[in-house]
């Protein structure tokens, strides 16, 4: 449903939005935040403003610029821009803040936080990962990942993916192993290629890739190595249609949808300023996309196990391993 603004009300807001380093062309996690502005721009006739961060230096002065651009709200992709958002919250009390993927305690009366339990999703990813390798190739028995940055935001999905294998084997007496590696950046495509490459070597048969644009040059190596990936953050298979035919699936963040709802919040006065809002398997914030391509070749017992995963995670029957005891 479009949301018709009051009159007048479009042309006194601005939003604002600042990436993290890996650019809003990421295929991922930017490039989703900034989809879901734009979709709020053209239903809510809003004006919006995109400043890209190239270091974790740009920041504070990207914050600053929009604040003084007029933004009455401004949103932050990331949670290293976690304290940089507090000085700019700090002073400039009558904007409204959004920090993406952290939160503050104490909690801060101009900013939102926006986290998701990408948990659940990653979960499912790695019973994926293993139920197909074990399918296509149980001499190898490995599954890897690359991450980014070693920050909490990435050990979400990877502490899960790791959980979701081992009860794989739980469940079926089998011993899948874990191989990955962090790569310490996500800007860094070659990088990425260049770890995928050697974990696949290593015998590793699906690689699950949540690491920005890094991540994107592993999934060229499980292409080029005729392996089978799974994407992060958007469905990949869209944003990344070079390597769609060896995606499995994508682990959902569905960040749009969340930058959409808020800034609607913020046009009929529902912002929280010093809340938290989570996405999560219930709300369908997040999730696995469809297997498009392989949907006819993943066997039918692999889909109902993971369709009852997903009933006993909302349920609370089962726990993600996050966060970690």
């Known amino acids: 449903m479009v949301f018709t603004p009051p009159t007048g009300f479009a042309a006194t807001l601005t939003v604002g939005m600042v990436s993290d380093t890996a650019s809003f062309h990421d295929a991922g996690f930017n490039q989703s935040c900034k989809a879901g502005l734009q979709r709020a721009m053209r239903d809510f006739k809003v004006a919006g403003l995109f400043r890209e961060s190239h270091s974790r230096g740009d920041y504070l002065t990207n914050l600053n610029d929009l604040a003084k651009s007029g ?14 958002i507090a000085v700019a919250a700090k002073n400039n009390p009558d904007v409204n803040f959004v920090l993406i993927d952290g939160n503050f305690y104490p909690p801060l009366a101009n900013v939102q936080s926006l986290i998701f ?27 890897g990942y690359v ?43 070659a990088q990425g290629k260049a770890i995928g490459k050697r974990l696949i070597e290593n015998g590793v048969t699906v690689l699950f890739a949540a690491a920005g644009r890094t991540g994107t040059g592993a999934l060229a190596a499980v292409k080029e190595q005729g392996k089978w990936g799974i994407g992060v953050d958007a469905d990949q ?12 699936t994508s682990c959902l963040k569905k960040m749009d949808n969340a930058v959409y709802a ?16 989570t996405g999560s398997l219930a709300n369908g914030q997040v999730g696995l996309a469809p297997y498009h391509s392989l949907k006819k070749q993943i066997p039918d017992r692999i889909k109902r196990d993971l369709v009852d995963l997903q009933q006993d995670i909302k349920g609370n029957r089962l726990t993600t391993g996050w966060p970690p005891k």
């Open 262 to 277: 808020l800034v609607q919040d913020v046009l009929t006065g529902r912002f929280r300023g010093g809340g938290i809002m």
């Open 147 to 189: 991450g980014g940055v070693k920050i909490k935001s990435v050990e979400q999905f990877i502490v899960p993916y790791q959980a979701g294998v081992d009860y794989f084997n739980r469940k079926y007496g089998k011993k899948i192993q874990v191989q990955g590696d962090y790569a310490g950046t996500f800007e860094d495509p």
């Open 117 to 143: 339990n990408v948990d659940e999703a990653a979960f499912q990813a790695g019973f994926l990962a293993a139920a197909w390798t074990d399918f296509k190739n149980p001499q190898s028995g490995k599954v």
């Open 237 to 248: 298979y869209f944003t990344l249609p070079d390597v769609k035919d060896c995606l499995l």
């Open 71 to 84: 933004c009455g709200l401004i949103i932050g992709i990331g949670v290293l821009m976690q304290k940089d």
